[in-house]
């Protein structure tokens, strides 16, 4: 990248979309929790290793766009890995790309005209950061004169899950002209395509102006602009979010940025990428990215193969032993709450599947058993007939609102960490290994006032135990 | 069944034998819990079934061979169905059949010399109880007169998991000779045996009178009556268990009845049975033995078949769903802790998959999350550095020992029954939803007064957790 470039601070804003939920990587991604933010590979998040692709002098603070339910997870993760974000933006709704680059072109024009705005869905894999980064730089010049700059993967295999391009001559800025793109087309179509020379895989990455795209929506998906500039004018800032108001968003038509702009316009030029990139669009993506050893077995830690061939044994908990014994080309997820088993060929199908189970009202299709709250998260150890058992991680400096029960108790011990509890207007610390009760009807309060994270283990005892029975003091 | 020998209440005495291990169907059944005492179909376990199936005027109360880890497991399920045994037997060490049925031999020759007795592993499904029944009926006449009688299961299908048995003519005591036994054949031997129409499956069930099985012993295989009389003579009552002597029991050759007695024996008949029955010596065979749809497709609660054929597909655990996408001939076997996905035509070689983990020292091979004590039962719930989380159920009536532990405290939560805490000398009552804190060295005894499961949440914390911190007070 050139030194010009990389001394600008303002020059790339990265714009990191993670509002899917990816239900294909089911059970591991799910609606509640979805793949973005799950450890696929190594210790990272593909979300905080996203981020941590845009550290260097020429990218701005990274913007976020997510929805209310990943907010704290959001925040969470990119405090773990020291990443403050310029901002998190929050649709109050799914809409599809269109309208969230919209409304993140028209917020960018305000902060900062001169930037070029870089989306990337917060779910790929692109494992070779100077080369990654060097394809952006390659892209800012043709996007300051005008360009909407896409990235073409060069295809190693006729994959039918992604979208192609074809790409014509380099044009006079550097890039290749985009002559046409083209759905994800069947088996022998995606042979063809392979087979040409011409066609490469569309990655969803765009680089562009805030002024070319805003353009570009108003000579081309004008009806969203209005919409999406009311969403955007009556956002509201909230603890570091900023809420995108509903009423007008909810207008907004639910299209893709492809269908509604790139596929009208005629500046669209890209440029092609070499290095490996995975939008990990299922559990065959997944494996094609992991390391498999010379029988294609790819494991994680706590899955065993015998006899196995061109498989992917994950098991997603150090609790929980997988074992795969004479398998082929089969794809094995296991999570101590769900597992599932596939043809690795069907890898597509796991979305219906989970449709399916969403539809029988099984809780798993969506829920995790662990649930993130603004304070840290709980997970379910155990239930039985009057009594549940939750295992309450509180991050430092985090609080639970002041509230009480009328039906049910709870008995805290602290296993990790020194809680502040106040128990009808009267505060005490509580220590590692001490433990506190907390009859019906007593207003609580439970702090972290620590910098460790508190674990407490909850017992909650009593003749109803809903969620909804809580009452909360402001 | 003749009326004469229904009211006979001492005319058979049944004889479960449920030592073994059964890692053919980890991981359901392992070590420490085996596939006998799990409930493979239904409610109740196939121990349970197994000792139900032998109500009746004919049947005398059962005797029960098992181990010294089982037997806990034993005298709890049958109280569940309220079978009183005659006695229940512990081998010191597992010697295969033929020690043991020679012990029961010897056992009962001094209880009860009339009796006859009907050895059946307690892992077998024969559903059809009146068509077993009458089979047995048929068998006590040739057993009264000095025949070792066995069961020939005709089969429907060329199994290379069972031994064979060639079926002569009809003997003037309304049995049929055996001719000879094959050992498990392999896949085209099995066809031309099934071919034949004249070998049968040797079940393993054996009935006979105990001076016959005695003089069997005296005349093929006395090198093994010693021990056993010497086990037998030295063992000691507690309990209600009889527990073998271990010292003449190691003498004892570890050798199977078929191959000590039957082989050899010119006096060995068998009853032609029609009905259902399997060993469940794979998960094979019990996909077999399940209830499957048009597709082959056998499911348990919690498990979801979408496209598949020919599988068995089972959770363990209702707080954990299982989905088999697009799978043929796959066993799929899930549980919290461990998840086996196997090729069905690899089912016997569980066994050997389960033997490496062994041999890698990963605890799923032989342990289950559940662990069985005199006093109940205990689950691992959640463990974290210097915590750990267990759900502890103390049977009616029940206590643990007087203990103290060096490095850690315990927590524990009633949310079941009560219970009757002594910590250092002061006894006191804890109800449903009360708490009581044990500090390291405390003297501290935990009863269950009461006539219902008394159910603990118990949180330990400390700089130790093992389990060899604790000083027993007698």
Redesign the interface.
């Known amino acids: 990248m050139e030194s010009q470039e990389s001394n600008d601070p303002a020059a790339v804003t990265p714009v990191l979309m993670c509002g899917g939920v990816g239900t294909r990587l089911w ?1 591991l991604s799910r609606r509640s929790y979805p793949k973005q933010f799950t450890s696929l590979f190594g210790r990272e998040s593909l979300f905080q290793a996203s981020a941590r692709r845009f550290l260097g002098d020429c990218f701005a603070p990274p913007v976020v766009i997510t929805n209310t339910e990943f907010r704290f997870i959001v925040t969470e993760q990119l405090a773990e890995i020291g990443i403050k974000p310029a901002i998190i933006m929050i649709e109050p709704e799914a809409r599809n790309t269109a309208p969230a680059t919209l409304a993140v072109s028209l917020f960018m024009q305000e902060l900062n005209p001169d930037a070029l705005i870089l989306v990337v869905p917060a779910d790929h894999v692109l494992p070779d950061m100077e080369m990654f980064q060097a394809a952006v730089a390659t892209g800012m010049k043709p996007a300051r004169s005008g360009d909407i700059v896409t990235f073409a993967v060069c295809p190693d295999r006729p994959e039918t899950g992604y979208g192609y391009m074809e790409l014509g001559e380099i044009s006079d800025r550097g890039v290749v002209a985009v002559k046409r793109f083209v759905e994800k087309p069947d088996p022998a179509e995606a042979e063809a395509l392979v087979a040409s020379g011409r066609f490469f895989w569309n990655s969803g990455l765009l680089l562009f102006s805030s002024q070319t795209m805003a353009d570009a929506f108003e000579a081309h998906a004008s009806r969203l602009v209005k919409p999406v500039r009311d969403a955007l004018s009556h956002a509201t800032q909230d603890m570091g979010f900023l809420r995108l108001a509903p009423g007008p968003w909810s207008q907004a038509g639910n299209i893709s940025v492809d269908y509604a702009v790139l596929e009208q316009s005629k500046r669209i030029t890209a440029v092609p990428y070499t290095g490996t990139w995975s939008d990990l669009g299922g559990w065959d993506s997944v494996w094609a990215e992991s390391m498999t050893d010379d029988q294609g077995v790819a494991l994680t830690d706590h899955a ?1 193969a ?2 196995c061939q061109d498989v992917l ?1 994950r ?1 997603e908990s150090r ?10 080309d ?1 794809i ?1 997820v ?1 999570m ?8 690795k ?2 890898a597509q ?2 979305k ?2 989970v449709q ?2 969403k539809d029988i009202q ?1 809780s ?1 299709a969506e829920e995790f058993p662990r649930e993130h709250r603004p304070w840290g998260y709980f ?1 379910h ?2 239930r ?4 549940e ?1 939750r ?1 309450i991680t509180i991050n430092p400096g985090a609080a639970l609102t002041l509230q009480s029960h009328s039906h049910r ?1 709870e ?1 805290w ?1 602290v ?2 960490g020194g809680a502040r509890v106040t128990a009808d207007g009267h505060g005490q610390i509580v220590e ?2 001490q ?1 506190v ?1 907390i009859p019906p009807d007593c207003r609580h309060r439970l702090e972290n006032p620590g910098t460790d994270r508190l ?1 407490i ?1 909850e ?1 909650r ?2 003749a109803s135990l809903e969620e909804d029975d809580v009452v909360r003091y402001v």
Do not use: C
């Not at 609790?319 to 082929?328: F, T, W």
């Not at 101590?336 to 043809?343: I, M, S």
């Not at 039985?384 to 009594?387: A, D, L, Q, R």
């Open positions: 059970p065993y015998i006899d044994l098991s609790h929980q032993v997988l074992v795969g014994l004479g398998l082929r089969i094995a296991a101590p709450d769900a597992v599932l088993v596939a043809d060929a069907r199908d796991v219906a599947a399916h189970l099984i798993q997970e150890l155990t039985g007939p009057g009594f058992v295992r108790a008995h011990v296993v990790a590692r290994n433990s009760f674990i283990i017992v005892t009593g």
